[in-house]
């Protein structure tokens, strides 16, 4: 990845199937009942119909290691969840939207300070500069492919911004 470049992009309001696991390392753990449940149900076959997002929920803090990460895919309204899978109503909007390699970003001297990906703190930054106020909504992380090996793996992360 070379320059850090922003844009404006309006997520829809969707129905999206959850998948959540909590402890030290949550995603592998949220991805795996995802996959479980969606990859059978062609859900995951292409990204571009069904996309993938991802947050963390609850967010780390410094006095515990372990946190919650969920893990989302966008569904028929009409779909029936599975076990460990919830259906959710999402709102969309408004994202500032910029892209990392999360394998870059985990081994960064930022992330290793900070304990956050700096993509999303450039992001934060850009909004600041640009005057963007940060909406309410969800802020996501959206892997190009989620099925790529880790350092491989492309995020495009989604801050909230008000229209």
């Known amino acids: 990845m070379t320059a850090f470049e922003v844009r404006i992009e309006r997520l829809p309001p969707m129905t999206v199937a959850s998948a959540h696991a909590y402890g030290e390392n949550p995603e592998r753990a949220a991805w795996q009942k995802l996959e479980a449940w969606a990859g059978p149900l062609g859900l995951l076959d292409d990204p571009a119909i069904h996309p993938v997002f991802g947050f963390n929920n609850p967010d780390p803090s410094p006095d515990r290691q372990a946190y919650g990460y969920e893990f989302w895919v966008a569904v028929e309204p009409d779909c029936e969840a599975g076990p460990g899978i919830e259906l959710k109503q999402f709102e969309g909007g408004l ?16 992330f ?4 956050y990906l700096e993509a999303w703190q450039k992001l934060l930054d850009w909004a600041t500069e640009q005057q963007r106020p940060l909406g309410s909504h969800q802020a996501l992380e959206k892997p190009r492919d989620p099925a ?9 992360l989604y801050l909230p911004i008000e229209d």
């Open 95 to 110: 994202y500032a939207v910029a892209s990392c390699r999360l394998a870059d970003e985990m081994s960064s001297e930022f």
């Open 112 to 115: 290793l300070r900070e304990g």
């Open 148 to 156: 790529a090996p880790a350092d491989e793996l492309i995020l495009d």
